[in-house]
Nanobody, 124 residues
Framework: VQLQASGGGLVQAGGSLRLSCAAS????????MGWFRQAPGKEREFVAA????????YYADSVKGRFTISRDNAKNTVYLQMNSLKPEDTAVYYC??????????????????WGQGTLVTVSS
């Protein structure tokens, strides 16, 4: 599967953005999906994940209550709604697809396919 992330941009602290990740192919619903991010000078970290059906989600503590992951299997797209953005949310955001796991993963090695990333910049 090929993944294309979009929706990044420049936003003021306290603002909102919605990221999208469009997947190619007809097997999107077979993948758990995740969002990760990498801030300048830091390692890539887990943000959120969602099950194949969309019935369960999992968030990093740093974004819980502010970010919402969702998916539309008919559109082969996963979303990340980001509210109450903070300067420390500034990063390149990546979507990823996990084909084999039964449970949601926060570990990068569990994900088989990655998108190219979209930059989110939050100004103070």
């Amino acid at each position: 599967v090929q993944l294309q992330a979009s929706g990044g941009g420049l936003v003021q602290a306290g603002g909102s953005l919605r990221l999208s990740c469009a997947a190619s192919g007809r097997t999107f619903s077979r993948y758990n999906m995740g969002w990760f991010r990498q801030a300048p000078g830091k390692e890539r970290e887990f943000v959120a994940a969602i099950t194949r059906s969309g019935g369960s989600t999992y968030y990093a503590d740093s974004v819980k209550g502010r970010f919402t992951i969702s998916r539309d299997n008919a559109k082969n797209t996963v979303y990340l709604q980001m509210n109450s953005l903070k300067p420390e949310d500034t990063a390149v955001y990546y979507c990823a697809a996990d084909q084999g796991s039964e449970y949601l993963n926060r570990w990068q090695w569990a994900y088989d396919y990655w998108g190219q990333g979209t930059l989110v910049t939050v100004s103070s």
